[in-house]
């Protein structure tokens, strides 16, 4: 069934289902097209010159289709229609292998264990980078062509190497000149993390009241909007 | 002339017993095998069929582990052990799934642990004196490059140096537990003898892997002192490192190689061609003197292969330095040839952490993907009713 033109597009991984029921508890029409971290982290995502978003997987490239026609244009992609992308990060893919063979990057975890090996911050950025570029160019020519806004994963592996390996990301996105919102500095400051009270049950996603708080936020600076009838 | 000095000394023609006697009877040449004269061993069967030039002394065990390190030529030995799937002793690995040419930059997987080139036998005595805990790995210099630092003991060994001396000191700690771990693990540690010329700081004695000055750090006559290590003192600091190394590891086995690579300058004063075969020569004796004093050493000829008159240069790219693939895996060839692997394996029992934690994280992302994707499908099946 065809839709009215949404206020926004919510392009990403599984972070996404927060945003979108922040969309929905605001009263913001927003659609979603999602796919996994590992969906990402392949590359089988890309931008299409007519469809808008391409994914080498027949079944993901459904949830494309299936959007276009509710969307009643071929293109997913609209200029006049912004994009909150929550992909680019997909740590729990680069993270935990990083540190396999005992890798940390931060000084205090590898004096304590006699086992770690230690990794420079030059090493850590190769890595990332080699890992992360093709979809920080995808977010720049997405964000060429329609007004985009990159939402950063909440904070909450506490895994080791973690938040160098996020704030990385986060220079590369901003290097590319891709606006960036990151939802755990600016609503929890200091805190290390999000809130359990935020955390769904699985403990690696924000709620809907997560959701809620970040589409909130958005809205008041200005950078998404509901859109005039 | 010559024919009579060979009729009596044998010739090793192989031809009968008779042609090789003299009236007087045997000499102790008589029953030499072939490979004894140059003749037979050398210069009738040309480069390609020697024969026989190595047997190492143990018999190792079937998944025997070797740690590699030394001056560059060190590298081909891991390289071709890991090719041939035996037990290459990587104790510093790049982080996991690393792409190649990141870890090559960054100079993983070149020697067992990230020393770098380990040109002198004072460079080896210094690390091993650093593993074995009896001195501080702070006490070597740290340079600094503008806003980078340089590790003067690994000069090379990040591509753009460390972001600071804080990070630099904790690479070279992790380097230091590694080398120690690859000397704990092995069973045999290869090293490959480089150079004898060397330079040290004047007031510490601290050796460095290069002149300052020429990769890293800024040259000052007035604390950097050139050092041409003599026999002596290379087979001193040899067998120091050695005993260090025994005191960590008891059963560990020295296997000694000279490289074959000619130094790209000496500062001598004497002609690099000179300079050269003073270095070679003098180390080619340091390992002799050692495998023949010692049960636990032993040399593979690998200087002899390459830079011995029966390859007349050929294993020699057109600068005559750099070492041609093709005498790589001559060289390789004579290793794997002479090396007994007939012991019983000792290590089958032993686990591997890294494999156990690595697939549990393995196991960890399968499931976390799992988690995504059928959140994923929720919200897709909620939006549809």
New interface residues.
Partial sequence: MRVAEPDLLILGDSHSVALKAGCDALGVRAEMLSFSGNIWHQGLVSLHRNRGVFVRNRAFQQRVAELAARLGRGNVLSAEVPVLASFGFHLGRIVPPFGFNGHRIDAAGFLADGSSQFASRALAEAYVRHFRQGHVRMLRRLSDVVPTVAVAPPDIFGAVNYPLFVAIVKEMIRDAGVALFDPCEELFPGQGGLPAEFLTEDGVHGNADYGARVIGLLLDRGLIARRVA | MERRIGRRYGGGSGSGKGENDVSAGKTPYSDLPPQAFWRTGVAEPGIAGLRGLWSSRWALPADARFATFGSCFAQHIGRALTARGMNWLDA????????PD?AR??NYGIFSARTGNIYTAAQLLLLVRMAADGDDPDLAEYWAEGARVADSLRPAI???G??SA??AR??R??MV??FRRAIAGADVFVFTLGLTEGWENAATGQPYAMCPGTVAGSFDPARHRFREYRFGEIRGAMEQALDLMRRINPALRLLLTVSPVPLTATASRRHVLVATTQSKAVLRAVAGEMAAADEGVDYFPSYEIIAGAPAAARFYEANLRSVTREGVDTVMGHFFAGLRLDAPAAHADDTLP?TA??AE?EA??AA??L???E??L???AR?RT
């Fill in positions: 510093e690995p790049a982080p996991g799934r690393t792409p990141i930059a960054f990040e591509p753009s460390f972001a804080e990070e904790l690479s700690l992790s537990r590694a890294q934690s690595e994280a960890r992302m976390d993907d988690v995504c994707e959140q994923l929720e919200a897709y939006g």
